[in-house]
């Protein structure tokens, strides 16, 4: 299993209470910004082509914290720009240890094996460190040598002191079904405890906008990719979401299930878009026109695939019929089970 059992019952029994109060519109996962700056420049990304002030700028414990007790998400994903550069980060996360809510700290682990020291291991946290495919495909897509073999030193030394440890994979047109295969074996090798992997998204500040994945040829990678999977591979992602990647269902986004706080409030409508910003969950939920945004409602959605968007709605459709159930329990159990 991808994930520890107390994670997954906190998560079934946290929508089961949404579903029985007739809640649509229920967070699953934060994904909290507590800064923008980074010590890459990936081509893809469009998070970090702020000004300097802008990435001067960072949110603090206090702030952290009250947004995750605000939105109530049983889940808090900590990205950037890369939080380790954040000198307050130990304290944060502890903070939410205390608080019982599952962390992943988004990471590239140029700076987490020397910072290993400051946190502890807990069934609370999870080191998830970004890795786009083996050494050649990781170092192009962050456009830096050697930052694969960095972070695979990182991963072992984490692993070695009982940390958590996951993988995130963005991938991009032009990314080599076999290859990927490959590096999933790779991952399963080292002992990471489950990947995530999702389509990139064309942030319209993103250097490269070359290589982004059309809806189409996203099915069609991720069916190559997916097809005759290994028994050895973890996801650390709802079996019906990956079936969604490979075309095998469809479902409209649900953008308020990873809601988004980050220095300049709660962002509309999700991680991806800037269509304004709340300045209290209760604000983004209510008065966003949650039914302006998807595939075949907004032109800069008619790609996306990304599992912010997509994931909770995965995760819904596990809970709102016995049908959704048992495919995502055969699924869990028997991953080829077509």
């Given at each position: 299993?991808?994930?520890?059992?107390?994670?997954?019952?906190?998560?079934?029994?946290?929508?089961?209470?949404?579903?029985?109060?007739?809640?649509?519109?229920?967070?699953?996962?934060?994904?909290?910004?507590?800064?923008?700056?980074?010590?890459?420049?990936?081509?893809?990304?469009?998070?970090?082509?702020?000004?300097?002030?802008?990435?001067?700028?960072?949110?603090?414990?206090?702030?952290?914290?009250?947004?995750?007790?605000?939105?109530?998400?049983?889940?808090?994903?900590?990205?950037?720009?890369?939080?380790?550069?954040?000198?307050?980060?130990?304290?944060?996360?502890?903070?939410?240890?205390?608080?019982?809510?599952?962390?992943?700290?988004?990471?590239?682990?140029?700076?987490?094996?020397?910072?290993?020291?400051?946190?502890?291991?807990?069934?609370?946290?999870?080191?998830?460190?970004?890795?786009?495919?083996?050494?050649?495909?990781?170092?192009?897509?962050?456009?830096?040598?050697?930052?694969?073999?960095?972070?695979?030193?990182?991963?072992?030394?984490?692993?070695?002191?009982?940390?958590?440890?996951?993988?995130?994979?963005?991938?991009?047109?032009?990314?080599?079904?076999?290859?990927?295969?490959?590096?999933?074996?790779?991952?399963?090798?080292?002992?990471?405890?489950?990947?995530?992997?999702?389509?990139?998204?064309?942030?319209?500040?993103?250097?490269?906008?070359?290589?982004?994945?059309?809806?189409?040829?996203?099915?069609?990678?991720?069916?190559a990719i997916l097809t005759n999977r290994k028994k050895h591979w973890d996801f650390n992602q709802s079996p019906l979401f990956l079936e969604f990647l490979e075309g095998k269902?469809?479902?409209?986004?649900?953008?308020?299930g990873n809601p988004t706080y980050n220095i300049f409030g709660w962002q509309r409508p999700c991680y991806l878009l800037q269509d304004g910003y709340a300045t209290s969950f209760?604000?983004?939920?209510?008065?966003?026109?949650?039914?302006?945004?998807?595939?075949?409602?907004?032109?800069?959605?008619?790609?996306?695939?990304?599992?912010?968007?997509?994931?909770?709605?995965?995760?819904?459709?596990?809970?709102?019929?016995?049908?959704?159930?048992?495919?995502?329990?055969?699924?869990?159990?028997?991953?080829?089970?077509?």
């Amino acid at each position: 299993m991808a994930v520890p059992l107390s994670q997954a019952l906190t998560v079934t029994s946290y929508v089961l209470r949404q579903k029985l109060r007739g809640n649509k519109h229920y967070p699953l996962v934060l994904m909290l910004e507590p800064l923008f700056r980074c010590n890459l420049a990936c081509a893809g990304c469009g998070k970090i082509q702020y000004p300097e002030h802008v990435l001067k700028r960072r949110l603090t414990p206090e702030e952290c914290w009250a947004a995750a007790e605000e939105c109530g998400a049983p889940i808090v994903s900590i990205p950037g720009g890369e939080p380790l550069i954040h000198p307050e980060m130990p304290e944060i996360v502890r903070g939410f240890i205390e608080r019982k809510k599952y962390i992943y700290l988004c990471t590239n682990a140029l700076l987490m094996e020397r910072k290993l020291s400051e946190y502890t291991p807990s069934k609370y946290l999870t080191f998830s460190v970004h890795m786009d495919g083996l050494k050649e495909e990781h170092d192009m897509a962050v456009c830096r040598d050697g930052v694969y073999d960095i972070a695979l030193k990182a991963i072992k030394a984490a692993l070695e002191r009982g940390f958590r440890v996951t993988t995130n994979t963005t991938l991009f047109e032009g990314a080599n079904p076999n290859r990927v295969r490959q590096f999933f074996d790779a991952m399963m090798d080292l002992g990471v405890e489950g990947m995530m992997i999702s389509p990139g998204y064309s942030y319209q500040k993103a250097p490269d906008q070359e290589h982004f994945l059309r809806r189409n040829r996203t099915k069609e990678l991720f069916a190559a990719i997916l097809t005759n999977r290994k028994k050895h591979w973890d996801f650390n992602q709802s079996p019906l979401f990956l079936e969604f990647l490979e075309g095998k269902r469809d479902y409209q986004c649900t953008p308020w299930g990873n809601p988004t706080y980050n220095i300049f409030g709660w962002q509309r409508p999700c991680y991806l878009l800037q269509d304004g910003y709340a300045t209290s969950f209760k604000e983004l939920i209510d008065t966003t026109d949650w039914d302006r945004y998807g595939t075949g409602r907004n032109e800069e959605c008619a790609d996306c695939m990304v599992h912010c968007g997509y994931e909770a709605s995965a995760v819904d459709d596990t809970f709102s019929s016995w049908s959704g159930f048992s495919r995502t329990v055969k699924l869990t159990l028997l991953p080829n089970s077509r």
